[in-house]
């Protein structure tokens, strides 16, 4: 096994050393390389492949020059999230931006405000996508916004029954003071 291993690989070396480029061939890409790529950076032609080899100096350089484009765009790509990471900011320190970080927390209270009403608050089950939404109104009355959050999924009855429900929660939101008060909870 070993043997035949062994003579495989000698008869791949000599076939590559016969079958590979011709001298000609080779000082045709030595030319085509010192014209594309400039004589001072050709070291030499591979003699297998007839590629260009390069001198350690422009090869260096090379990696110099990714590096280089590396760095530029890292440095561009954080300068683009620090931008968006300040206007994201921005946008929540105003009365809008206040708002749609309310709906959030106003989500979790609606889900917390239909438990208490329910029977058997352990019992009951909330649909991960349908049935769900939210929407919120500025300035809807004295400059408080008007949250909507509407819930669905199952609860259990006093007879021990799953019964499907849907539930909407009303909230007057006043981003100038952070403060929220429940208008109505709808459970049908």
Known sequence: ??????V?????????????????EKKVALAECNAKYGAENI???????????????YEEAQKTAK???KDAAKAEKALAEAKAKAEREAFLKTPKGKTETFVRQASAQC????????KYPSKVDFNWLDGNNERYWMDFKDGKSRVLINKAGEMMNG??????FTA?????YNPETNKY???????S
């Open 43 to 57: 070291d030499r032609v591979n003699r297998f492949s007839g590629s260009c080899m390069f001198t350690d100096e």
């Open 159 to 164: 007879l021990g029954m799953m019964v499907p």
């Open 1 to 6: 096994m070993i043997k035949e291993i062994l």
């Open 181 to 187: 008060s429940t208008v109505e909870i709808i459970i």
């Open 111 to 118: 889900r917390t405000d239909i438990r208490a009403r329910a």
């Open 168 to 172: 909407a929660c009303k909230y007057d």
């Open 67 to 69: 590096q280089k484009a």
């Open 8 to 24: 495989a690989g000698v008869v791949f070396a000599v076939g590559v050393n016969y079958f590979g480029p011709s001298d000609a």
